[in-house]
């Protein structure tokens, strides 16, 4: 499957670009002069992941913004909200989200209403970003050919658990993240690799910092 239009910019951000339009998924660190969105999603209202000083480098007025409540009024300006369970069109793309949330943890606590995102892009790929997210029921029933799976353990999931829900799933590729940056080493993304026999991407020229083209 070819995944050269998803672009990993470390711990849990992504950049996705689908038939010319630019979509990013929790921006955090971009460099200035980082390519506009089109679409741009939050999970949660976590600093490494709603970052309102990232949002303003790549958001234009026509920009479309989703997120839950919470992250939209720490971004400011208009927005989508979004609760789990939801099915919507945000400009020219399908989503869904799901929950994300911890058990028997407090970073992320399931009443606080976080989420995942599966996009569907203009070839029909479907990409599901989990969030912040320990191994819950609900990953298990997303239908999705790519799938962003955290792995850093404490505050998500861990790799082998990572490794256990992608064994799960009916996805082609299976890309480790939130790790690299605060918590997670690469022998936790390693650990997804150990223990789902699909394909797992970890090298970073296959997914890589800047896309080939704004």
């Given amino acids: 499957m070819n995944i050269s239009h998803i672009?990993?910019?470390?711990?849990?951000?992504f950049l996705i670009e689908?038939?010319?339009?630019l979509v990013y998924i929790d921006p955090w660190?971009?460099?200035?002069?980082?390519?506009?969105?089109?679409?741009i999603l939050i999970t949660h209202a976590h600093y490494d992941h709603c970052s309102p000083d990232d949002v303003k480098i790549i958001r234009k007025p026509e920009t479309i913004v989703v997120g839950t409540q919470d992250t939209l009024e720490k971004v400011g300006g208009?927005?989508?909200?979004?609760?789990?369970?939801?099915?919507?069109d945000a400009g020219r793309w399908k989503l869904e989200t799901l929950p994300a949330y911890n058990l028997g943890r407090k970073?992320?606590?399931?009443?606080?209403g976080w989420?995942?995102?599966?996009?569907?892009?203009?070839?029909?790929?479907?990409?599901y970003h989990t969030g912040d997210t320990d191994?819950?029921?609900?990953?298990?029933?997303a239908k999705a050919d790519v799938v962003m799976l955290p792995c850093g353990g404490?505050?998500?999931m861990s790799g082998i658990e990572a490794g256990q829900v992608a064994r799960s799933l009916n996805a082609s590729v299976v890309i480790p993240m939130h790790w690299g940056d605060i918590v997670g080493s690469r022998g936790d993304a390693e650990a997804v690799r150990r223990a789902f026999e699909g394909t797992v991407i970890l090298e970073p020229e296959r997914i890589p910092k800047t896309p080939q083209h704004p």
Wanted: charged residues 15%; proline residues 8%; positive net charge.
């Fill in 107 to 112: 970073y992320h606590p399931k009443e606080n």
């Fill in 115 to 127: 989420v995942g995102y599966i996009v569907t892009l203009s070839s029909g790929q479907r990409i």
């Fill in 135 to 141: 191994a819950i029921p609900e990953i298990v029933r």
């Fill in 78 to 88: 208009r927005g989508i909200v979004v609760t789990p369970g939801v099915q919507i």
């Fill in 18 to 21: 689908d038939a010319g339009a």
């Fill in 7 to 13: 672009h990993w910019l470390g711990h849990a951000s």
């Fill in 29 to 39: 660190k971009l460099q200035p002069g980082a390519p506009q969105a089109n679409l």
């Fill in 154 to 156: 404490t505050y998500t």
